[in-house]
Antibody, heavy 120, light 107 residues
Framework: EVQLVESGGGLVKPGGSLRLSCAAS????????MNWVRQTPGKGLEWVSS????????YYADSVKGRFTISRDNARNSLFLQMNSLGADDTAVYYC?????????????WGQGTRVTVSS | AIQLTQSPSSLSASVGDRVTITCRAS??????LAWYQQKPGKAPKLLIY???GLESGVPSRFSGSGSGTDFTLTISSLQPEDFASYYC?????????FGGGTKVEIK
């Protein structure tokens, strides 16, 4: 069974940084592209970033480009999102999600999410 | 970026009703569209892939259709567990984008 478990969320001041992690199990992590998707309170879903299986291809939403960095460690079956220069607009639940197959693709498995709150 | 416009943004329906949600893309995306269901406090769940493929384990009352710019999610007979929010997503090109969502409520 595929499992994705996010961690690292919390309360951070504007301008601060946070690093999210996603621990993956139940599938061959190194074979799939992975993604971060966020959802602001009471709002819809926003794709944040994607990384290919080998880390050779990385994509970001314009809203986070230059501030967020996605990375992965295939030996540890882990996905990361380094978030810098955080602002109130970054307050959201952050989900890691697994690609179904060849990127770009739909997301066939999601974690439970980790909440990030940016507030002074 | 490809914009996805979902309609309606919300609807009220009764158990047993046939429900249709539409998603329109700002440019052609072939069949690179997925539909997700999300219940309060939970992660989205994939229902439909490649515009019309039924994800494993998803009840057959859910179906998807369309290609190019116009897509539809249909629930043939609404069940109590189907009251939730539904989102379309395009994966034709980056940046990946989602529709604004449709909340299906009990009438």
């Amino acid at each position: 069974e595929v499992q994705l478990v996010e961690s690292g969320g919390g309360l951070v001041k504007p301008g601060g940084s946070l690093r999210l992690s996603c621990a993956a199990s139940g599938f061959t992590f190194s074979s799939y592209s992975m993604n971060w998707v966020r959802q602001t309170p009471g709002k819809g879903l926003e794709w944040v970033s994607s990384i290919s299986s080998s880390s050779g291809d990385i994509y970001y939403a314009d809203s986070v480009k230059g501030r967020f960095t996605i990375s992965r460690d295939n030996a540890r079956n882990s996905l990361f999102l380094q978030m810098n220069s955080l602002g109130a607009d970054d307050t959201a639940v952050y989900y890691c999600a697994k690609d179904s197959g060849s990127s770009p693709d739909d997301f066939d498995s999601w974690g439970q999410g980790t909440r990030v709150t940016v507030s002074s | 970026a490809i914009q996805l416009t979902q309609s309606p943004s919300s609807l009220s329906a009764s158990v047993g009703d046939r429900v249709t949600i539409t998603c329109r893309a700002s440019q052609g995306i072939s069949s690179a569209l997925a539909w997700y269901q999300q219940k309060p406090g939970k992660a989205p769940k994939l229902l439909i892939y490649d515009a019309s493929g039924l994800e494993s384990g998803v009840p057959s009352r859910f179906s998807g259709s369309g290609s190019g710019t116009d897509f539809t999610l249909t629930i043939s007979s609404l069940q109590p567990e189907d009251f939730a929010s539904y989102y379309c997503q395009q994966f034709d090109s980056y940046p990946l984008t989602f529709g604004g969502g449709t909340k299906v409520e009990i009438k």
